[in-house]
């Protein structure tokens, strides 16, 4: 059997195969040189492999029935069990994340190498698959270093997603080929680009904020988190989970927006009333100190200038008009964003196979027999913080458990 990709879970499925079967050959074939570079960039080079707690409700795409299911099938103690046998060992970190205690991206890349070396899958690197088609028992998969003849083929080509890492949507269009449909791509989990606003003189600024996801005027998901100010606009886990909804909306032609909520959970009569009695408590404060203590002083000082409220004026003196401008806009600003950087900066793709075209119990494809298809290329896109990861091992040890139950899955030239 052939495995298309050798990044998370292509490695993963190998192994899991291979343990499982280990008369079966597995030949994992990837077009980059040195395989799992998007492994190598994740979690800022530490690799949040995991999180803690994972269910379908963290996860967007294809039916939460079905990825329920595979979740269930490699649940994160297994996952963690799974990396401590291959000499990764984890700690937990805030909002469940999980990372290897060296927080070297480079040691879980090299664990699942060596993993499945051990098991004894071949890795065929710096050979790209050009196409794959139906052929007598099996397929026929074209390389750019001649043609292989498998009896099964596993398509783990990752979704857009940091396409210099590989990831360039050629699982897509073979996928297409061989009759699958594909839920139109966009990126996700990308930084958001702005048009104006105070972004410019705010770069490098965190801060938790709620961000409310309007679709032609309706308020839909709201999301809370850690934003982070850029030079181009808004980045930081909460901007990053906000991506996909507002790209998804854009591709079905409707009109998204975004608010910011400076305070998560609180509403505009809230606000109205705190500083009201803000004012009786420090009626000689300036509007703009006594924003600064609620806020970062840089974010205090822009939102006084965009919102065009009198920033020397004391808590005394400010009218009944200008609290209630200021009010509305702590609670929901308009973020002026136009769009986000791109798949280039994209951790994630949204997107992808139908995910009711796969049978959850193997991975295997609905369509064309002896095809499955794990990880990132099927419609499913995690929030960030290690699910993207876990729906990688998941889906693979399915695969893996399912392929190394059959028998003649061989390779030939």
């Known amino acids: 059997m052939a495995i298309v990709g050798a990044g998370a879970a292509g490695l993963a499925t190998a192994i899991f195969t291979r343990r499982c079967n280990p008369a079966l050959s597995v030949v994992l074939i990837d077009g980059a ?37 595979v979740l269930r099938a490699f649940p994160v103690p297994d996952t963690i069990a799974f990396f401590r046998e291959l000499g990764v060992h984890v700690h937990e970190e805030a909002e469940g994340k999980l990372f290897p205690d060296s927080n070297r991206a480079r040691d879980v890349l090299d664990a699942l190498l060596a993993a499945s070396a051990r098991a004894g899958a071949t890795l065929l690197a710096g050979r790209r698959v050009h196409d794959i088609a139906p052929a007598g028992d ?10 292989l003849h498998a009896a099964a083929v596993v398509l783990a080509t990752g979704g857009q997603s940091l396409p210099r890492s590989g990831s360039d949507g050629t699982g897509f269009t073979l996928a297409r080929r061989l009759g699958h449909t594909i839920v139109p791509p966009t990126p996700a989990l990308v ?62 032609g409707k009109t998204p927006s975004i608010t910011i909520n400076f305070f998560p959970g609180a509403s505009f009569d809230d606000l109205d009333r705190r500083w009201t009695a ?24 822009a939102l006084v200038t965009h919102l065009d409220l009198p920033g020397a004026e004391q808590l005394a003196h400010l009218t009944r008009d200008d609290r209630r401008r200021l009010a509305h806009g702590l609670v929901a600003w308009r973020l002026p964003v136009v769009g986000t950087r791109g798949y280039n900066y994209a951790e994630a793709t949204a997107g992808g196979v139908a995910l009711t075209e796969i049978d959850p119990a193997t991975m295997r494809s609905r369509v064309r027999p002896g095809l499955y298809l794990v990880g ?10 290690g ?10 040890r399915v695969a893996g458990l399912a392929l190394g139950g059959r028998r003649g899955l061989g390779l030939r030239a």
């Open 33 to 69: 040189k040195k395989p799992g570079a998007k492994i190598l960039v994740s979690g800022g080079s530490r690799c949040n492999l995991t999180n803690a707690v994972v269910t379908e409700h963290d996860f967007w795409g294809g039916r939460s029935t079905i990825v329920r299911r």
């Open 138 to 147: 099996g397929f026929r998969l074209a390389t750019s270093d001649g043609s």
């Open 191 to 252: 930084p958001l680009v702005l048009d104006g606003g105070p972004h410019g003189g705010l770069a490098g600024v965190s801060q938790v904020v709620e961000l409310t996801i309007w679709i032609d005027g309706a308020a839909g998901t709201r999301l809370t988190g850690a934003l982070l100010w850029t030079h181009v606009g808004v980045s930081g886990p909460v901007a990053m989970n906000a991506s996909r909804h507002w790209l998804r909306a854009e591709l079905e």
């Open 278 to 301: 803000l004012a009786s408590e420090r009626p000689a404060l300036s509007l703009q100190q006594a924003l600064a203590t609620l806020v970062p002083a840089s974010v205090a000082s």
């Open 376 to 385: 990132e290329i099927l419609d499913v896109d995690g929030r960030i913080g």
């Open 387 to 396: 699910f993207n990861f876990q729906w990688a091992w998941s889906s693979a």
